[in-house]
């Protein structure tokens, strides 16, 4: 069965640190990997998006890095400002026609 | 600001009413999707178009009816909703139909669905 699990379910951290959010998922066959940020009552917002030959992707303070033999990606924040507070989902294409599988998300949040 | 707009952002109908969700894109797209997201749950995929032609519908009851009717508009018209339909239902984007393969995709910011 086609699974995407994130960890943890969520996390608490002070303004400036780093943090790391996992993404393991068992999904065949694997097309790419994204990941998202939702904003409570927004849209998702794509952050990356990597195929099976790229180990790693960045986008301003975000570094995504995949293991295609270990099916695992993670989501690292450099530097975390109060706007990083959301949810950050991770979510995996079947390589086939629109099927994507979705993580249910790690939360967030950053303090002060 | 997303380029995906939805309107209206917020809903609140009763079980009999019907409504419709309009979503407008102007960025060429030629793939349009319309999700279900329930609280704290990521969100459920319902309907795709691909080059204005419906192409995938899982398996959503008939309550919910979309439609294209050009390139930029899609619509998901509403009849006879039950309270578990409450929800927020979100429309994306992608630049080119047949298959999300590697695409981005574009969210808009959703409509808030609530049945009475």
């Given at each position: 069965k086609n699974q995407v699990e994130q960890s943890p379910q969520s996390l608490i951290i002070l303004e400036g640190k780093n943090c790391t959010l996992q993404c393991n998922y068992t999904v065949s066959p694997f097309s790419n990997l994204r990941w998202y940020k939702q904003d409570t009552g927004r849209g998702p917002v794509s952050l990356t998006i990597m195929t099976f030959s790229e180990n790693t992707k960045s986008n301003g303070r975000y570094t995504a890095t995949l293991d295609a033999d270990t099916k695992q990606s993670s989501l690292h924040i450099t530097?975390?400002?109060?706007?990083?507070?959301a949810s950050y989902i991770c979510v995996v294409s079947v390589d086939s026609n629109y099927q994507l599988i979705w993580g249910a998300g790690t939360k967030l949040i950053i303090k002060p | 600001d997303t380029e995906v707009t939805q309107t209206p952002k917020h809903l609140v109908m009763g079980m009999t009413n019907k409504k419709s969700l309009k979503c407008e894109q102007h960025?060429?797209?030629r793939a349009m999707y319309w999700y279900k997201q329930k609280a704290k749950k990521p969100p459920e995929l319902m309907f795709v178009y691909s080059y204005e032609k419906?192409?995938?519908?899982?398996?959503?009851?008939?309550?919910f009816s979309p439609e294209c009717p050009n390139s930029s508009l899609l619509n998901l018209h509403l009849h006879?909703?039950?309270?578990?339909?409450s929800a927020l239902y979100l429309c994306a984007s992608s630049?080119?139909?047949?298959?999300?393969?590697?695409q981005p995709q574009h969210f808009g910011d959703g409509t808030r669905l609530s049945i009475l």
């Open positions: 530097a975390s400002q109060l706007s990083d507070s | 960025m060429g797209h419906l192409s995938i519908n899982e398996s959503v009851p008939s309550r006879a909703l039950q309270p578990e339909d630049p080119w139909g047949g298959g999300v393969g590697n």
